[in-house]
C-alpha cells in the first residue's frame, strides 16, 4: 500500500511540474485569453486626390456591426449547488431573427445573404468564437435600434466605430478612383492571410490597381473582460500588465492623379444628351493624363451600401453598358482617325508618290463589290485625301498594294496600336490589328478587307486611350509616349513615396520627321481648310489639327428601316444603326499642349458629334495655360494662310526610325 501510495504522489508530482514548468507558458497564454481580449484596429485607408489637390476618395466615419456566432455565455450546471460556468453556445436562428429585424434590408436578397454569413461562421468551429463584421456603414437609425437593445441581445453583439468609403465627386470620377467592396472567398483564398473576411479591398479604378499602397497596415488593442466578455472597468494591475502591446494602425499612403478636375468636369458636361460615349486628353509631350471620362457610368459611393437587385438589373440589361469603361475597357472600329496610320504607312514605300491625284467618283470596284466614299471628290492627292477623307484614295493604294496589311499592321504597332498602352487601369484591352493570317482564320482569305483596314473599317479596331496616344505622338513630334495617371505617392505624413517621370516607348520607332511634318500639315487642313471635315468646327483664336472619324457599325438598309421607325425609338439620341463618331486632335498645332480623342457611341458623324466636345476640351484648357496674345488670331470662317507652316519650321526632329522600304519588305 506504500508502494502503491508513493507511485500515485509521484505521478501526481510529474503531472504538476508538467503543466506548471513544461507547459506553463502554454497554460499561462490560455488563462489570459480568457480575460484578454485583443481587438483589430482598422487602418484607415489612403486618399486619392486630383492634381490640384481636390479630393476624390477619402474615409468618414461609420459604424460596423460585429456578432459573434458562437459566443461564451454563462450555464447553469446540472448540479443546483454547483456554480455557473462559461461554455461557447452557438447562436440559434431565433436570436439572428431578431438581430435581423432591428436593421434596414434594402431587399430579400440582401436580409437573406445577412443569415447565410452569420450561419457559415457558425458552422466554423475554429473561427465561429471570433467577432465577424456582418453589416457595415450603419446608418443612424439602425445604430440606435441596435444600441437600445444591446442589453436583450446579449453580449455577442457589438458595434464599433469604423470608416466608409466616401468618393465626394461621385460619377465625375467613377472609372478612374474605381470603389472598394467586400473581399470574395476566392480573393480571400489567394490573399495568402493578408486578409480576413469581411475587409474591404479594391475592386475597380485606382483602389483597385494601387491596393498595396492604399490598404495601410492594421493596428492591435487589448483590453481587460470580465467572463462575459464585457470590458472590466478597473482591471487589477497585474491584468493590465498582462495586456500585449498596443500596435497602432499604419495609414494607408495618399495618391495624387495627373487629372485636372475642372476639365475632367468639361468633358462630362460636354456629353449632356449622348448616352455613351468617352474622350481622353492628355499631355503629348509627357503623356500625363488630364481628363478622362467614359459615359455613362454608376456614382460609386452606391457601392459603399448592398445594392437592390432591381437596380443591379437594371445595370446589367441597360443598352448603355455602364459597367464598361470605355477609355480602356471597349474597342471600337477607329474609321478615319486610322488613316494617319495608312498615311505613314503609304509613305514608307520608296515608290510612293503622295502628290500624285487619284480620282475620286465616289466609289471603287473591286472584286465583285462597289467600296463607296463619303461622295465624290474628284481628284485628290494624299494631303487632300487626309483633308476631304477621301476613302477611295485610301482603297486605291490598297488595291495597288501600297497598303498591304503587313505594312498596316507594322507601322499600327510602332504608332501604339494592337497594344495595350502600359496604363494598367480597369482590364485595359489590346484592340485588334488584322494580318493576313488572322483574317484568314476560317480558311479563307479575301482582299476586300484590305480596302476595310485602310479606312479603319473591317476588322480594326483601337480604344479611345490608344487613339489618343497615337495623335500625342504625331503633336510631339512622332515618340509614343506611355499615358500615366498617378503623378505621385506620399505618406500620411507627406514623405514621398513614389513620383511618376515622362516615358517614352523606346520599343517603339519613332515616327520619320518628315513624313510626321506632312500628316501633320493635313491636320491642320482638316480643321482649318474650307475643304476639312471639321472646318465647320474651328476654333476662332486657337489653330487645332484633327481629324474626323464616322465608323460604320450598321448597314445601308438597316438605317433605311430605322428612318421609317423612328416614332419608335425611345430615345432618339440612341440608335444602334447610326456610325460611331469620332475626333483626334491637338492644338495649338504651333506648340501643342493638350491631345483629345473623342468618341461617341452610336453618335453618327465626327464632326457633328465628336468634334464639339474635342473643341471645348481644348478651348478651356488653352484659355488656362496659354498666353492669349502668343495665340494666332484669326477671324471665324478664315482659313489660316498655308496651313501648318509655321508648324513645319519649328517641328522637333526626333530619331527616325528605320523604314520598311529599306528593310527589303514588300514594295
Known amino acids: 500500500m506504500a508502494l502503491v501510495a508513493t507511485l500515485i504522489f509521484i505521478a501526481l508530482l510529474g503531472r504538476l511540474c508538467q503543466l506548471q514548468i513544461l507547459e506553463g507558458e502554454h497554460y499561462t497564454r490560455r488563462a489570459e485569453r480568457n480575460f484578454i481580449n485583443e481587438m483589430i484596429v482598422e487602418a484607415p485607408r489612403g486618399r486619392v486626390f486630383a492634381s490640384g489637390s481636390e479630393v476624390l476618395a477619402t474615409n468618414r466615419p461609420a459604424y460596423t456591426l460585429y456578432v459573434t456566432p458562437i459566443p461564451r455565455v454563462t450555464v447553469e450546471s446540472e448540479d443546483p449547488k454547483a456554480p455557473p460556468v462559461g461554455a461557447r453556445v452557438p447562436l440559434d436562428d431565433a436570436q439572428i431573427e431578431e438581430l435581423a429585424e432591428l436593421i434596414d434590408f434594402v431587399d430579400q436578397d440582401d436580409r437573406d445573404a445577412f443569415f447565410v454569413k452569420i450561419a457559415d461562421r457558425r458552422a466554423d468551429e475554429l473561427n465561429g468564437k471570433y467577432p465577424l463584421a456582418v453589416r457595415s456603414n450603419l446608418s443612424w437609425e439602425e445604430y440606435a435600434r441596435i444600441e437600445t437593445r444591446r442589453e436583450a441581445l446579449g453580449e455577442w453583439v457589438e458595434i464599433r466605430e469604423s470608416a466608409r468609403r466616401y468618393y465626394p465627386k461621385g460619377e465625375l470620377v467613377a472609372f478612374l478612383t474605381g470603389y472598394v467592396g467586400e473581399i470574395t472567398p476566392k480573393g480571400l483564398s489567394q490573399s495568402a492571410g493578408a486578409y480576413r473576411l469581411g475587409d474591404r479591398v479594391g475592386k475597380t479604378g485606382i483602389e483597385r490597381q494601387w491596393e498595396n499602397y492604399l490598404r495601410g ?398 473643341m471645348k476640351l481644348i478651348e478651356y484648357y488653352l484659355s488656362r495655360t496659354e498666353d492669349p496674345s502668343s495665340a494666332p488670331i484669326r477671324p471665324s470662317g478664315v482659313a489660316p494662310p498655308l496651313p501648318g507652316q509655321r508648324a513645319l519650321d519649328s517641328a522637333p526632329a526626333g530619331p527616325q526610325g528605320p523604314r520598311l522600304g529599306q528593310l527589303g519588305g514588300p514594295r
Open 217 to 614: 497596415r492594421l493596428g492591435r488593442s487589448s483590453r481587460v473582460v470580465d467572463v462575459h466578455g464585457r470590458a472590466v472597468p478597473e482591471p487589477p494591475p497585474d491584468a493590465l500588465a498582462a495586456l500585449p502591446p498596443i500596435e497602432d494602425p499604419i495609414p494607408g499612403q495618399d495618391i495624387h492623379l495627373t487629372i485636372d478636375l475642372e476639365l475632367q468636369k468639361i468633358a462630362s458636361d460636354a456629353f449632356e444628351g449622348k448616352p455613351a460615349g468617352a474622350v481622353v486628353a492628355i499631355e503629348p509631350q509627357t503623356g500625363r493624363i488630364l481628363a478622362m471620362v467614359s459615359v455613362p457610368s454608376i456614382d460609386p459611393n452606391r457601392w459603399q451600401q448592398p445594392i437592390p437587385r432591381a437596380d443591379y438589373q437594371e445595370w446589367s440589361e441597360s443598352p448603355y453598358k455602364p459597367f464598361i469603361d470605355r477609355t480602356v475597357q471597349e474597342h471600337f472600329f477607329p474609321g478615319s482617325t486610322y488613316k494617319v496610320v495608312s498615311a505613314l504607312a503609304a509613305l514608307d514605300d520608296p515608290t510612293f508618290d503622295p502628290e500624285r491625284e487619284v480620282v475620286c467618283d465616289g466609289f471603287v470596284k473591286y472584286g465583285g463589290r462597289k467600296f463607296k466614299c463619303t461622295h465624290k471628290h474628284g481628284p485628290v492627292n494624299l494631303h487632300q485625301a487626309i483633308v476631304e477623307s477621301c476613302n477611295v484614295y485610301f482603297y486605291t493604294l490598297a488595291i495597288e498594294d501600297v497598303l498591304s496589311l503587313e505594312r498596316q499592321e507594322i507601322f499600327a504597332r510602332r504608332t501604339g496600336l494592337g497594344e495595350r498602352t502600359g496604363l494598367g487601369l480597369n482590364s485595359e484591352t489590346k484592340g485588334i490589328i488584322p494580318t493576313e493570317a488572322f483574317e484568314a482564320r476560317e480558311g479563307t482569305y479575301q482582299r476586300g478587307v484590305q480596302l476595310n483596314s485602310a479606312i479603319g473599317q473591317g476588322n480594326v479596331t483601337a480604344t479611345v486611350l490608344q487613339v489618343a496616344v497615337l495623335y500625342g505622338a504625331i503633336a510631339n513630334g512622332g515618340q509614343v509616349m506611355t499615358p500615366y495617371l498617378v503623378d505621385r505617392i506620399e505618406t500620411h505624413d507627406r514623405k514621398l513615396v513614389f513620383a511618376s517621370t515622362p516615358q517614352v516607348r523606346r520599343d517603339l520607332a519613332a515616327i520619320v520627321p518628315a513624313d510626321r511634318r506632312r500628316i501633320h500639315q493635313a491636320l491642320i487642313g482638316v480643321v482649318n481648310d474650307p475643304l476639312g471635315t471639321a472646318y465647320s468646327e474651328r476654333l476662332p483664336n486657337i489653330t487645332v489639327a484633327g481629324k474626323t472619324g464616322t465608323a460604320e457599325v450598321g448597314t445601308e438598309i438597316s438605317r433605311r428601316r430605322r428612318k421609317k421607325k423612328d416614332e419608335e425609338l425611345e430615345n432618339p439620341d440612341w440608335d444602334t444603326t447610326e456610325d460611331h463618331a469620332w475626333f483626334a486632335s491637338y492644338a495649338p498645332a504651333e506648340n501643342p499642349r493638350i491631345a483629345v480623342a473623342a468618341f461617341v457611341e452610336h453618335g453618327g458623324v465626327g464632326a457633328d458629334a465628336a468634334a464639339p466636345i474635342a
